[in-house]
Nanobody, 120 residues
Framework: QVQLVESGGGLVQPGGSLRLSCAAS????????MGWYRQAPGKQRELVAG???????SYADSVKGRFTISGDGARNTVYLQMNTLKPEDTAVYYC??????WGNGWNDYWGQGTQVTVSS
């Protein structure tokens, strides 16, 4: 079994910063890709940022230059540093990791979601 635990969300004023963390634990053999998604009320879930096991990163146009994704393989943790936050960044943020557990193939696992609210 694998568990993903997210932390770091909260309420912040426009222009502020937050750092999200997502830590995976369990019978993990390897992690291939890690990503952050978000879902605002009434909208579909969208990819915000991704990072491959080789370190390549990608970002949604709306967050380029403001958000930075990073991974710590030793801790099975992915981070999302969010700067210059805007009200339109308000959403529930989810991490997703592609993980191989011992004796199984690759599967996607999701975090429980953490609320980010940007408001004055």
């Amino acid at each position: 079994q694998v568990q993903l635990v997210e932390s770091g969300g909260g309420l912040v004023q426009p222009g502020g910063s937050l750092r999200l963390s997502c830590a995976a634990s369990g019978n993990i053999f390897s992690i291939k890709d890690m990503g952050w998604y978000r879902q605002a009320p009434g909208k579909q879930r969208e990819l915000v940022a991704g990072i491959s096991d080789g370190g390549s990163t990608s970002y949604a146009d709306s967050v380029k230059g403001r958000f930075t994704i990073s991974g710590d393989g030793a801790r099975n943790t992915v981070y999302l540093q969010m700067n210059t936050l805007k009200p339109e960044d308000t959403a529930v943020y989810y991490c997703k990791l592609r993980i191989m557990i011992w004796g199984n193939g690759w599967n996607d696992y999701w975090g429980q979601g953490t609320q980010v609210t940007v408001s004055s």
